[in-house]
């Protein structure tokens, strides 16, 4: 219960968000700002089925399965408690009902799902960590351009205000498959929070509402997905 894969992959989820309602067999968590969200199969990781935890303050609940090596989990209501050989501890998780902004049904990717795809593209570790690079480099340059022309997908690094971004530019061409020309772009501060992992990206359009979104699966992960909003 709660091995080591899924408190590993729960680290990487720490960076979107700190506080999360995990569910089994889906746990969906989403950024304060309700912007970007994640869909992790807890089954796929681990086959002890466990009742719904809330957590607050997710970095404190992972640190406590820093104190051990090896480790049993235990739940009994509110009570957590890990322990191994002649050590435990017992942490108390939160109430549910507190955390509602956290606590998102699994219908949010599977409406998301259903709306026609516009493209699709390969984003690899070694470009997500050229971008975030670019980035911290080039601080007037705020957001991830995603700009599909023919067929490759253009992505740059662009300033939110024209009349603040200098001369300076990032831009990373990838192969993809489009049926549909558009510019959509990612607040950097989002894109940074995206786990290292190889993904296949696929970009939605919404065409009675004008609105676009992207989904990132994980080709490393089995069933982890990220969901960002863009703006146009």
């Not at 050590?87 to 998301?112: A, C, G, H, R, W």
């Not at 997908?153 to 993809?176: P, Q, R, T, V």
């Amino acid at each position: 219960m709660l091995n080591k894969n899924v408190v590993n992959i729960l680290g990487q989820v720490q960076k979107i968000t700190n506080s999360v309602v995990l569910r089994y067999p889906v746990t969906i968590a989403n950024a304060p700002a309700g912007d970007v969200l994640v869909s992790l199969n807890v089954k796929g990781l681990d086959s002890d089925e466990f009742e719904d935890i809330g957590i607050y303050n997710l970095g404190e609940f992972l640190d406590t399965f820093k104190l051990f090596d090896e480790r049993e989990v235990e739940i009994n209501d509110d009570i957590i408690t890990v322990s191994h050989d002649n050590m435990s501890l017992q942490y108390i998780s939160n109430n549910i009902n507190l955390l509602q902004e956290f606590d998102k049904p699994v219908s949010i990717f599977e409406k998301t799902e259903e709306v026609p795809t516009v493209s699709e593209f390969v984003l690899e570790v070694d470009d997500i960590k050229k971008i975030k690079q670019a980035s911290g480099i080039f601080k007037d340059l705020t957001e991830v351009a995603l700009k599909s022309q023919d067929s490759d997908m253009n992505i740059y690094l662009s300033g939110s205000n024209k009349f603040n971004a200098k001369s300076n530019s990032f831009k990373l061409i990838k192969e993809s498959n489009s049926n549909k020309e558009f510019e959509v772009r990612i607040p950097i501060d989002n894109f940074s929070k995206l786990p290292l992992s190889n993904y296949n990206v696929i970009v939605k359009y919404n065409q009675s509402r004008d609105a676009y979104r992207v989904l990132f699966y994980s080709t490393e992960i089995e069933d982890f997905k990220v969901l960002m909003a863009v703006k146009k």
